[in-house]
């Protein structure tokens, strides 16, 4: 079956089978590889892309089902000069990440927090990344990476 | 973690949808979100042979006002059922359970259709609509049928909905200005209801349970005390009566039945603070 979607504004088309899943059509296929799998059932959130700018797990959309969408990944951030977007330079300055696993998926989550409340409260963060789990349990930072960006208000996808 | 292999169908138009149900035949299955048959695939706990993807069906995604209730699009996913305006004026229960169904990425992709078609009885909305008096609207070969919600919750993953009918519109009579309750105890943030109750007191009393038996139920003896004047803790104390919690991972079924118990007098006691 034909997919024609964009990732990071570059337009794709392929011949996948309907059971592929988005994000190994994302890893495998489009090749980019900085969208990652954790838990691979719905529960961890690492696999989090942007499709049409809002958040969701692509270990649970098959990627016939993006077809048309324009999805972003954490590729996608990052501004062709490669200055790193808002989100990504909150996560380093608040020092948000430790083995970084999860990062990918915290920073997509995260723009799509702020996308939907751009000026949210500290609980407002923390049940906004409810979908996401740091194994290194580095929360705490991580939401002060969130609001920071928040306070800069520089952040849109 | 992949699916079976399954052909695939993306319906343009519900009379698509009905028409490729009727050619797949039993195997077939249709998919909205995603979001409860994706996983069950990936464990393979499904294998349909056929997926009909009624996700684009966009005239099934809304939310309109009807005067004495409101109409909700079986497509309408959680995240847009959470934020209507109309829905929270007059049906607030609902809009709030809505945002509490699992995180926001779920909630970006599920629909309330996809939820209530599965039936399953740890599931959120379903409850809502049980305590809220909601029917449900079904378009199958021979025309379409309303189902209401106390009727339609058969059993286990089971419902009303025949396999060649789309669930369309979730029909809510408006509760505007009554008093309500959500309780959702879980040990996670995203996790799915331990135990929960969904309470409305106002013209309308409606009581409902989450995981406390093979469906989402009534907690009829708790209505009926609730009737006969009882207290809200009088009341509470009723509220496993008749039912018959499982036994999980969770909790035991004793368990379940003291986490009902407290958790309907809280339900009842916030209700009437409203
Ligand atoms: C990580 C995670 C956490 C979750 N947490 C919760 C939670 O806390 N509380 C909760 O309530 N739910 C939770 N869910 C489930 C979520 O609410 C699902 O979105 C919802 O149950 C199913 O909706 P869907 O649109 O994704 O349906 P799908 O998965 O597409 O479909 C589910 C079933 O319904 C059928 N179906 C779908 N739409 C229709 C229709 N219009 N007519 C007839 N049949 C139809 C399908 O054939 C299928 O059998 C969670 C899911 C995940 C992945
Ligand atoms: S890999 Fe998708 S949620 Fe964990
Ligand atoms: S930084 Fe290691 S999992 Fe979050």
């Known amino acids: ?157 | 973690m992949i699916p079976a292999g399954f052909d695939y169908r993306r319906a343009a138009t519900l009379d698509e949808a009905l028409s490729l149900l009727a050619d797949g035949g039993d195997e077939a299955k249709l998919i909205a979100g995603g979001h409860s048959l994706l996983p069950l695939m990936k464990l393979r706990l499904a294998a349909p042979s056929m997926l009909i993807d009624i996700g684009r069906l966009g005239d099934l995604s809304f939310v309109r006002d009807g005067g004495d209730h409101v109409v909700v699009g079986a497509l309408t996913r959680h995240r847009d059922v959470e934020i209507d305006q109309t829905l929270r004026d007059h049906v607030p229960l609902l809009a709030h359970v809505a945002g509490q169904v699992g995180d926001p990425q779920v909630r970006h992709r599920g629909t309330i259709g996809g939820s209530i078609a599965h039936g399953d009885p740890a599931s959120d909305l379903p409850a809502a609509c049980l305590a809220l008096g909601a029917s449900f609207k079904a378009v199958g070969p021979s025309g379409e049928r309303t189902i209401d919600a106390s009727d339609f919750f058969l059993g286990f993953l089971e419902t009303a909905l025949g396999p060649d009918e789309v669930l369309t519109e979730i029909i809510v009579p408006k509760a505007t200005g009554a008093g309500w309750s959500f309780q959702k105890f879980n040990r996670r943030a995203q996790d799915w209801a331990i135990v929960g109750v969904a309470a409305v007191r106002g013209e309308r009393t409606g009581i409902s349970l989450i995981n406390m038996g093979p469906t989402p139920v009534r907690a009829s003896a708790t209505e009926d005390a609730l009737a006969g004047g009882a207290s809200a803790a009088e009341a509470a104390a009723r509220a496993a009566e008749g039912l018959e919690p499982p036994s999980d991972l969770n909790a035991t079924p004793e368990y379940r039945v003291h986490l009902a118990q407290v958790l309907v007098r809280r339900a009842l006691e916030e209700a009437s603070a409203a």
């Open chain 1, 1 to 157: 079956m034909k997919v024609s979607v964009t990732v990071n504004g570059v337009p794709q088309e392929h011949e996948v089978e309907p059971r592929t899943l988005l994000v190994y059509y994302i890893r495998e296929v489009v090749g980019l590889t900085g969208t990652n799998i954790g838990c691979d059932t719905s529960s961890c959130g690492a696999c989090t892309v942007l499709v049409d700018g809002e958040s969701v797990k692509s270990c649970t959309m098959l990627a016939v089902q993006a077809d048309g969408a324009e999805i972003t990944t954490i590729e996608g951030l990052a501004g062709s000069d490669g200055q790193m977007h808002p989100m990504q330079e909150a996560f380093r300055e608040k020092h948000a990440l430790q083995c970084g696993y999860c990062t990918p998926g915290m920073v997509m989550a995260a723009v799509s927090l702020l996308k939907e409340h751009p000026h949210p409260t500290e609980a407002e963060v923390r049940e906004g990344l409810e979908g996401n789990l740091c194994r290194c349990t580095g929360y705490h930072n991580i939401v002060e990476a969130v609001l920071h960006a928040a306070s800069t208000g520089s952040v849109s996808a």
